[in-house]
């Protein structure tokens, strides 16, 4: 449940703070007051995607943060920053996550259903899923598409395998070329680095030959030597250390330091000696960079990409030119996963048609509670799908029927249903999967489009109904759903100096009576639509204690349908 919800320079939200309650929640007020900009704060919260677009005008970043009860329990406090840049950043209690996690985590206890979200029921691919929903078929359908997965894995590998003679040749021969090429070079990791080394040294060796032996002189040969100045040093130190003890650790480094000096000594004159400071071997090493860059430049970037490449061009060729040991291996492994996804996908797709009869008597039971009393539903499945056609689905397509009044033919949903009756069939389908979680989250962004009426007071009790298990937050214009509110919010605009402010105002007793009328009759007010608001409410408590009842009695059954 989302307890508190803090808006900052959203849209055209400045700043807006509002506490939602249990139950339903209905936001109410002009067009482009902002309603809808309170539901893509709530989506911004539970991972959905952000862009610069979203930051006000004038500001460097938009914040949305909510404190939010999830149905475990606990309290966790969820922020999102959005920059004017469309950089996104997301913390969940003041701990940097990243929007995939605030997915995870935030997702599972937040349903959207957007104002156009029910034109997805147009499409009939989509029909499957909800049955799955509906049945709580996600492990089985998991399954099928792990096995899926193996099978297409398996047969691409195969079809791999399986190129004509012509293919293979030229691939074999290309792959020769580019092998032997890299074997002619002969690199060793790290080597272009040893010898760029190695061309600085080469290039320097008469100054590295001079100062290794000016070096050796100073300390072991010159006039005054430094390790024979030393001696001199250490017998004061132990003289200075048998007349104050502060002076015995250095004493003690004596041996150490003579030998480092000594080893130092010894590198510097063989050191020298090992440069080879003719011309051609400076020019080897050229020679061997430029044929180590040129290869880099074929088979790169690095030397270790081109090793990388050795080892796999090496691979391919070994597995074409032994392609038809491993023919039988890889038939036998593609035709084994084909027979493990056929036995999942059927078991599948018998759960599937079992669960549909069951779904369609559902759904006709809850497409009558909104007004629409004698619509008949079915589900259909087309006879099993070709080979070709398989996906990690399964084997199923399925499709939606509907008949709206008694007399008429059942035809596909897409042909038939109007825009109210999609209203209605997706809040009806919206809230028949059960659920183990009563504090979830539904927001409804205007679902009464296309409705009116009665209609819209079905609707409205059938979202009051829904408040007893749910927590929803409804945008609406209708008078007769935001009626069946529990807790009522006006979002409302006013200028200040050049700029629109924006506030949320919860509204109760007269002033939610006001707030009813205006959206019955407009700005102009009358005692007889002042009246009507006041037998909307009284019609709404009437229903609440009809929600409270239904409430307690759920406590005990666990799931339901919605």
Same mark, same amino acid.
């Given at each position: 449940?989302?307890?508190?919800?803090?808006?900052?320079?959203? #849209?055209?939200?400045?700043?807006?703070?509002?506490?939602?309650?249990?139950?339903?929640?209905?936001?109410?007020?002009?067009?482009?007051?902002?309603?809808?900009?309170?539901?893509?704060?709530?989506?911004?919260?539970?991972? $959905?995607?952000?862009?610069?677009?979203?930051?006000?005008?004038?500001?460097?970043?938009?914040?949305?943060?909510?404190?939010?009860?999830?149905?475990?329990?606990?309290?966790?406090?969820?922020?999102?920053?959005?920059?004017?840049?469309?950089?996104?950043?997301?913390?969940?209690?003041?701990?940097?996550?990243?929007?995939?996690?605030?997915?995870?985590?935030?997702?599972?206890?937040?349903?959207?259903?957007?104002?156009?979200?029910?034109?997805?029921?147009?499409?009939?691919?989509?029909?499957?899923?909800?049955?799955?929903?509906?049945?709580?078929?996600?492990?089985?359908?998991?399954?099928?598409?792990?096995?899926?997965?193996?099978?297409?894995?398996?047969?691409?590998?195969?079809?791999?395998?399986?190129?004509?003679?012509?293919?293979?040749?030229?691939?074999?021969?290309?792959?020769?070329?580019?092998?032997? $090429?890299?074997?002619?070079?002969?690199?060793?990791?790290?080597?272009?680095?040893?010898?760029?080394?190695?061309?600085?040294?080469?290039?320097?060796?008469?100054?590295?030959?001079?100062?290794?032996?000016?070096?050796?002189?100073?300390?072991?040969?010159?006039?005054?030597?430094?390790?024979?100045?030393?001696?001199?040093?250490?017998?004061?130190?132990?003289?200075?250390?048998?007349?104050?003890?502060?002076?015995?650790?250095?004493?003690?480094?004596?041996?150490?330091?003579? #030998?480092?000096?000594?080893?130092?000594?010894?590198?510097?004159?063989?050191?020298?000696?090992?440069?080879?400071?003719?011309?051609?071997?400076?020019?080897?090493?050229?020679?061997?960079?430029?044929?180590?860059?040129?290869?880099?430049?074929?088979?790169?970037?690095?030397?270790?990409?081109?090793?990388?490449?050795?080892?796999?061009?090496?691979? $391919?060729?070994?597995?074409?030119?032994?392609?038809?040991?491993?023919?039988?291996?890889?038939?036998?492994?593609?035709?084994?996963?084909?027979?493990?996804?056929?036995?999942?996908?059927?078991?599948?797709?018998?759960?599937?048609?079992?669960?549909?009869?069951?779904?369609?008597?559902?759904?006709?039971?809850?497409?009558?509670?909104?007004?629409?009393?004698?619509?008949?539903?079915?589900?259909?499945?087309?006879?099993?799908?070709?080979?070709?056609?398989?996906?990690?689905?399964?084997?199923?397509?399925?499709?939606?029927?509907?008949?709206?009044?008694?007399?008429?033919?059942?035809?596909?949903?897409?042909?038939?249903?109007?825009?109210?009756?999609?209203?209605?069939?997706?809040? #009806?389908?919206?809230?028949?999967?059960?659920?183990?979680?009563?504090?979830?989250?539904?927001?409804?962004?205007?679902?009464?489009?296309?409705?009116?009426?009665?209609?819209?007071?079905?609707?409205?009790?059938?979202?009051?109904?829904?408040?007893?298990?749910?927590?929803?937050?409804?945008?609406?214009?209708?008078?007769?759903?935001?009626?069946?509110?529990?807790?009522?919010?006006?979002?409302?605009?006013?200028?200040?100096?050049?700029?629109?402010?924006?506030?949320?105002?919860?509204?109760?007793?007269?002033?939610?009576?006001?707030?009813?009328?205006?959206?019955?009759?407009?700005?102009?007010?009358?005692?007889?639509?002042?009246?009507? #608001?006041?037998?909307?409410?009284?019609?709404?408590?009437?229903?609440?204690?009809?929600?409270?009842?239904?409430?307690?009695?759920?406590?005990?059954?666990?799931?339901?349908?919605?």
């Amino acid at each position: 449940m989302i307890r508190f919800l803090s808006i900052r320079n959203l #849209a055209v939200i400045d700043a807006l703070e509002v506490e939602f309650g249990p139950g339903l929640n209905v936001l109410t007020g002009e067009t482009g007051a902002g309603k809808s900009i309170v539901v893509e704060a709530v989506g911004l919260l539970v991972g $959905e995607r952000a862009s610069a677009d979203l930051v006000r005008t004038g500001e460097d970043t938009a914040v949305v943060q909510a404190i939010v009860e999830p149905p475990e329990g606990g309290e966790l406090i969820v922020r999102r920053e959005v920059s004017a840049q469309g950089r996104s950043r997301a913390f969940i209690d003041d701990e940097l996550v990243t929007t995939a996690a605030l997915r995870e985590r935030c997702g599972p206890f937040v349903d959207l259903h957007g104002q156009h979200e029910h034109q997805r029921l147009l499409d009939p691919a989509t029909h499957v899923d909800l049955v799955d929903e509906f049945a709580d078929l996600g492990g089985p359908r998991a399954a099928v598409g792990d096995v899926f997965v193996r099978w297409r894995t398996a047969t691409r590998a195969l079809d791999a395998l399986q190129l004509d003679e012509r293919q293979k040749a030229a691939r074999i021969d290309l792959l020769t070329f580019q092998l032997a $090429e890299i074997d002619r070079a002969a690199p060793r990791p790290g080597e272009d680095a040893e010898l760029a080394t190695a061309r600085v040294v080469l290039a320097n060796a008469d100054r590295l030959q001079r100062l290794s032996g000016e070096t050796y002189a100073a300390l072991y040969e010159g006039d005054q030597p430094v390790l024979g100045g030393l001696g001199v040093v250490w017998r004061k130190i132990e003289e200075l250390g048998s007349l104050d003890p502060r002076f015995a650790p250095y004493l003690e480094s004596r041996e150490p330091i003579k #030998a480092q000096l000594e080893d130092l000594a010894y590198f510097l004159r063989s050191y020298a000696a090992s440069i080879d400071a003719s011309p051609a071997r400076l020019q080897e090493v050229e020679d061997r960079l430029a044929l180590l860059e040129r290869v880099k430049r074929k088979h790169g970037p690095t030397l270790d990409d081109v090793l990388a490449r050795q080892e796999e061009f090496r691979r $391919e060729l070994s597995e074409l030119e032994s392609a038809g040991a491993r023919l039988e291996s890889l038939q036998a492994a593609a035709h084994a996963a084909r027979a493990d996804y056929l036995t999942a996908a059927r078991s599948l797709s018998a759960a599937r048609r079992s669960a549909a009869g069951k779904f369609a008597r559902t759904l006709e039971q809850a497409v009558a509670e909104l007004a629409m009393l004698r619509t008949k539903c079915e589900v259909r499945f087309a006879p099993e799908t070709p080979e070709g056609a398989w996906t990690d689905r399964g084997i199923d397509q399925a499709e939606f029927y509907l008949s709206p009044n008694p007399g008429e033919e059942l035809r596909p949903l897409a042909r038939i249903a109007s825009g109210g009756e999609l209203s209605r069939l997706m809040l #009806a389908l919206k809230t028949l999967a059960p659920t183990d979680a009563p504090g979830k989250t539904l927001v409804f962004d205007e679902v009464d489009v296309g409705i009116g009426g009665a209609v819209a007071d079905v609707v409205g009790n059938r979202l009051q109904r829904l408040g007893a298990r749910y927590q929803v937050l409804c945008i609406t214009h209708l008078p007769q759903i935001a009626a069946h509110g529990r807790h009522h919010f006006r979002i409302e605009n006013t200028v200040r100096g050049s700029r629109t402010v924006t506030s949320a105002v919860r509204v109760d007793g007269s002033t939610r009576e006001e707030e009813l009328a205006r959206m019955i009759g407009g700005s102009d007010i009358s005692a007889s639509v002042l009246a009507s #608001a006041r037998d909307m409410l009284r019609a709404r408590a009437l229903g609440e204690q009809t929600a409270k009842g239904e409430r307690e009695s759920s406590k005990p059954k666990g799931r339901r349908v919605g």
